[in-house]
């Protein structure tokens, strides 16, 4: 009981809700972490999930969590499976709940339940809307805004496709909200298709292909993670290219663009990473969380921690990229993970 009381309150002070009680006085136990991915089976899933096990392989050995367990959606991006696998965990007494959620709104409910039991929920890699609950991501209108703005002002005039993640993700929808609003400054780029790729590179190259075949012209590429080497592998296939397009940060894709760049094709592309090893920086925040520490103020907005990612890759700083990726192998892509005492700089 007493374990419980004292994480609901290290909850509660990590977002400024209970000033009273002092959370040193309870004696912590190491927790157990159960860990929700939401979907799995891509090449950016593999190595968010292997970030994940990093972090909770170094912990576990320390002895600074008691165990670990990772549970994946057999069908993804399905919610409704994903509050079944949070209720699970309840009924296990986890101390801690890690979620990637497949909706931003739809788990609310079971979130509730977690926290009534004193369970400490972190969302990861995008957002829910439930209360008290730290949320750990990019900001990723941000970061499509800013792959979006570099192909609508490269291309100015023409017709692009949108080839997106899953439907209902909130991440996803942040992303496609950011092109939608790009879009409306540049009114001559018509979006001639807008369809799903379900973050899966096969996937993406079949709806790619489908679209090519229909004979109109493709001047430019909206995608995201993992699947940009498969949308353009439709396009080589053809004999055809877009001008621009986002590209994936991995070495693939990169190994293609390289082939592009060496012939002088009409061929430009951006890359911008969004690390997998999200997972693992938000397993870190989660223990100081757990732990009874709170974030520095103006660290958190609206109870989330943005993530910066510094590198953007044109064709302008091409050669910095390729040197990251040229020896890894083709399904290798860049992430990172915040290093231990980076994220305790962000903790009073």
């Given at each position: 009981m007493?374990?419980?009381i004292?994480?609901?309150?290290?909850l509660?002070?990590?977002?400024g809700?209970v000033?009273?009680?002092?959370v040193?006085?309870f004696a912590q136990?190491?927790?157990v972490?159960?860990?929700?991915?939401g979907s799995?089976?891509?090449s950016?899933?593999?190595?968010m999930?292997?970030?994940?096990?990093?972090?909770?392989?170094?912990?576990?050995?320390a002895?600074?969590?008691?165990?670990?367990?990772?549970?994946?959606?057999?069908?993804?991006g399905?919610?409704t499976?994903?509050?079944n696998?949070?209720?699970?965990?309840?009924?296990q007494?986890?101390?801690?709940?890690m979620v990637?959620?497949?909706?931003?709104?739809?788990?609310?409910?079971?979130?509730?339940?977690?926290?009534?039991e004193?369970?400490?929920?972190?969302?990861?890699?995008?957002t829910?809307?439930a209360?008290?609950?730290?949320?750990?991501?990019?900001?990723?209108?941000?970061?499509?805004?800013?792959n979006?703005?570099?192909i609508?002002?490269?291309?100015q005039?023409?017709?692009?496709?949108?080839?997106?993640?899953?439907?209902?993700h909130?991440a996803?929808?942040?992303?496609?909200?950011?092109?939608d609003?790009?879009?409306?400054?540049?009114?001559?780029?018509?979006?001639?298709?807008?369809?799903?790729?379900g973050?899966?590179?096969?996937?993406a190259?079949?709806?790619?292909?489908?679209?090519i075949?229909?004979?109109?012209?493709?001047?430019?590429?909206?995608?995201?993670d993992?699947?940009?080497?498969?949308?353009?592998?439709?396009?080589?296939?053809?004999?055809?290219?877009?001008k621009?397009m986002?590209?994936?940060?991995?070495?693939?894709?990169?190994?293609?663009?390289?082939?592009?760049?060496?012939?002088?094709?009409?061929?430009?592309?951006?890359?911008?990473?969004?690390?997998?090893?999200?997972?693992g920086t938000?397993f870190r925040?989660?223990?100081?969380?757990?732990?009874?520490?709170n974030?520095?103020?103006?660290?958190l907005?609206?109870?989330?921690?943005f993530y910066?990612v510094?590198?953007?890759?044109?064709?302008?700083?091409?050669?910095?990229?390729?040197?990251?990726?040229?020896?890894?192998?083709?399904?290798f892509?860049?992430?990172?993970?915040?290093?231990?005492?980076?994220v305790?700089?962000?903790?009073?």
């Amino acid at each position: 009981m007493i374990k419980r009381i004292s994480k609901l309150v290290t909850l509660l002070v990590a977002f400024g809700l209970v000033f009273a009680f002092s959370v040193g006085s309870f004696a912590q136990e190491p927790p157990v972490v159960g860990i929700s991915t939401g979907s799995s089976g891509t090449s950016w899933r593999n190595i968010m999930i292997a970030a994940l096990e990093e972090v909770g392989n170094e912990y576990k050995a320390a002895g600074k969590i008691a165990d670990y367990k990772i549970v994946n959606n057999i069908t993804n991006g399905d919610a409704t499976e994903q509050a079944n696998i949070l209720r699970d965990f309840i009924s296990q007494g986890v101390d801690i709940i890690m979620v990637n959620p497949n909706s931003p709104d739809a788990l609310n409910g079971v979130i509730s339940e977690a926290q009534d039991e004193g369970i400490l929920v972190i969302a990861y890699d995008a957002t829910v809307t439930a209360p008290n609950v730290l949320n750990v991501t990019l900001d990723h209108y941000a970061w499509n805004t800013k792959n979006a703005e570099y192909i609508c002002s490269t291309l100015q005039k023409g017709n692009a496709i949108q080839i997106y993640g899953l439907d209902g993700h909130p991440a996803n929808n942040d992303r496609i909200r950011a092109t939608d609003d790009v879009l409306k400054k540049y009114p001559d780029i018509k979006l001639i298709a807008n369809t799903t790729g379900g973050w899966d590179q096969t996937k993406a190259k079949e709806v790619a292909t489908q679209i090519i075949g229909s004979g109109q012209q493709i001047d430019a590429v909206f995608t995201q993670d993992g699947m940009a080497f498969g949308v353009l592998s439709a396009f080589l296939d053809a004999n055809k290219l877009p001008k621009v397009m986002f590209g994936d940060p991995g070495t693939a894709f990169f190994k293609e663009w390289k082939k592009l760049r060496d012939q002088g094709a009409d061929f430009k592309a951006c890359a911008q990473p969004n690390p997998p090893g999200i997972g693992g920086t938000a397993f870190r925040m989660a223990l100081q969380l757990y732990n009874g520490k709170n974030f520095k103020t103006g660290i958190l907005v609206d109870n989330t921690y943005f993530y910066k990612v510094g590198m953007f890759i044109t064709d302008d700083n091409f050669d910095e990229g390729w040197e990251l990726l040229k020896d890894q192998p083709d399904d290798f892509l860049l992430s990172e993970i915040m290093p231990e005492d980076q994220v305790a700089e962000l903790f009073e």
